[in-house]
């Protein structure tokens, strides 16, 4: 699973397109963590998370939107920056 981003010490990764399931989504990973988020709003689509770092993950979400449905329909992954 490629890592995405990193930044304040959340992990962003994706599957594979061809190994994984509609509707698009990222991994997000923070400690003991784990939760994935909606490409299309950024919201909570399974597992849990810290408030303040699922806030952060629908914030890089928003700002990286295009890039992520790009890679989640081409497989082509790139880095991405953290937030600021």
Do not use: C
């Not at 806030?55 to 990286?64: A, H, N, S, W």
């Amino acid at each position: 699973m490629p890592t995405i981003s990193v930044f304040y010490g959340i992990y962003i990764m994706m599957y594979l397109k061809n190994k994984e399931h509609n509707p698009p989504h990222i991994h997000a990973f923070y400690g003991n963590e784990a939760a994935t988020f909606y490409i299309s709003s950024g919201e909570l689509y399974e597992g849990s998370f810290p408030s303040r770092a699922m806030k952060m993950v629908k914030e890089f979400i928003l700002k990286y939107q295009d890039e992520l449905m790009k890679m989640w329909e081409t497989g082509v992954y790139k880095k991405l920056k953290g937030l600021d």
